[in-house]
Every structure is written in structure tokens, then in C-alpha cells.
């Protein structure tokens, strides 16, 4: 099933990183307590959802369609990298009337860096972005090696998930579906929403990140008008794998904030 759900009160939806799917958070459900009610769908072009086309409308439909189909209100929305994006293309194309609040994960609204915008990927201007692009088209699979090294604060990865496990899943993916989202990554501009949001957002990163500046986290809990940051010290990009304890914790602490 794509959508891992347990039958509880408080919704929480999960929404998986670039080149990701919705198994990588078993292990954060595992770990929160039975007043979750938590769902963690594949999100277009991965996973059981491989074959649909990915873009960000259509991951923000992924999201709607779950919301109603479940009839969640007052979710918690978990957003990795991707799975951030997601979740503010989906304020924009559906409003905010379901979702209480958002916890992002080592995300930027804007991944191209500029002079007056230091807080996108870390050295990844416009014409460094569009030489990643290239190099993905014509090199996935050390595209890949790249991806599974960055996704972590350590080479090896995460005790619960290793760098060698983050490979498998990225080669599990269809590199030309995986190139048409990273080019949707590319191209979103994020930074208006932001400021409108009406619920409250945590923005998260994690020290040792090679992917996003703590600047990013930073900016989103300065800009949003009910913003908060938090920082997990001993994490890369992927805290939820990498502090896997401390990060249900603060979950569990944003959820009953709310």
C-alpha cells in the first residue's frame, strides 16, 4: 500500500524527499504515540506511483486527494525537502483550511542561489544548477552515488538507513521521471507564500547539512508570520533518519503546539 495508515487522532501526513517513498518514515511512525494518525504516500513518479508524471501540481493533487479521501482536518503536514515543496504547492493550488500546521525538513523556497539569495542549495547558482541538470541526463547513476552521499551528515548514512540503503531506493527510480521533478524543484519560487502562511510552521535543518544552509531555516521561521525554527546538530539532510529519536520528539512537542 502507499498510503501507511494507522487509525488514530491527530493526522500527520508525511511527505518523502526527492528520489524517495513514503517507507522511508516506517520507522518515524514506529516511534509516535497511537494519538497519530499518520499517512505517507509515494509521491508522483516514485514508488507505487512510478508510472504517474511528476510535477509539483500533481504531488500537491496526491496530497488533496489523501486529505478528502481520508476526510483529515487539522493535519500536521511533514515535509522532507521535496516533501516541503509539496506541501506549500498545495497551499497554493487548495488553501490552507485542512492542514493545522507544517513541519519542513531542510528545505529552501528557492533552490537557485543569487546575490541577494544565499539560502538555496549550497553553491548552486543558476548556471551550477543547469550543470547538475546535465549531469543527471547524462550520468544517473553517479547522479546517484552523489545523492545517496549528500543525503547525510556522515558518508556512511544513518544507523537506521545507510547510505548504501538511500542508493538502492534512487536506483529503484526512473531517471528521466526523477529529472522532470528535479527540473519542477528547480524552477519553484516559493518565497511569497511564505510570508502568507496562516498556520504555523517549524522549519528544521539539520548542522551538518551538505545540501541546504541553516540560513534557509532560518529565513522561512523569520519570514513566516507564525515561524519557528529548529536545529538538529548531529543531522545532515535527513534528520528524521539521522536523530531518529530527538526528531519524533520535536514532532511530537510541534503536534501538540497546535
Not at 508510472?51 to 500536521?76: G, K, R
Not at 548552486?124 to 549528500?150: N, P, V, Y
Amino acid at each position: 500500500m502507499a498510503d501507511r495508515t494507522m487509525h488514530r487522532q491527530r493526522p500527520v501526513v508525511l511527505l518523502h524527499g526527492w528520489t524517495m517513498r513514503g517507507s522511508i518514515f516506517d520507522d518515524l511512525i514506529a516511534r509516535l504515540p497511537d494519538g497519530f494518525d499518520c499517512h505517507a504516500p509515494d509521491l508522483p513518479g516514485h514508488g507505487d506511483r512510478a508510472m504517474v508524471e511528476p510535477s509539483l501540481e500533481a504531488a500537491a493533487q496526491t496530497l488533496a486527494d489523501l486529505l478528502e479521501a481520508h476526510n483529515l482536518t487539522e493535519a500536521v503536514l511533514v515535509g522532507w525537502s521535496m516533501g516541503a515543496a509539496v506541501a506549500w504547492q498545495f497551499v497554493e493550488q487548495f488553501g490552507a483550511d485542512r492542514i493545522a500546521g507544517l513541519m519542513t525538513v531542510d528545505m529552501s523556497p528557492k533552490l537557485g542561489c543569487t546575490a541577494d539569495w544565499p539560502h538555496g542549495l549550497i553553491d548552486q547558482g543558476e548556471s551550477d544548477l543547469a550543470t547538475t541538470t546535465g549531469r543527471m541526463k547524462a550520468d544517473w547513476r553517479g547522479m546517484a552515488e552523489a545523492i545517496a552521499t549528500t543525503m547525510f551528515g556522515q558518508r556512511t548514512g544513518a544507523a537506521i538507513y545507510s547510505r548504501q540503503d538511500a542508493l538502492t531506493q534512487i536506483l529503484t527510480n526512473d531517471p528521466a521521471k526523477m529529472v522532470a521533478m528535479w527540473e519542477a524543484l528547480v524552477g519553484m519560487d516559493k518565497r511569497e507564500l511564505i510570508g502568507t502562511l496562516p498556520f504555523p510552521l517549524l522549519a528544521t535543518c539539520g548542522a551538518r547539512s551538505r545540501v541546504y544552509p541553516a540560513s534557509a531555516a532560518r529565513w522561512l521561521a523569520n519570514t513566516a508570520p507564525h515561524g519557528s525554527m529548529h536545529m538538529f546538530e548531529n543531522s545532515g539532510h535527513s534528520a528524521h533518519l539521522e536523530e531518529p529519536e530527538a526528531f519524533a520528539k520535536e514532532l511530537i512537542e510541534f503536534a501538540g503546539s497546535l
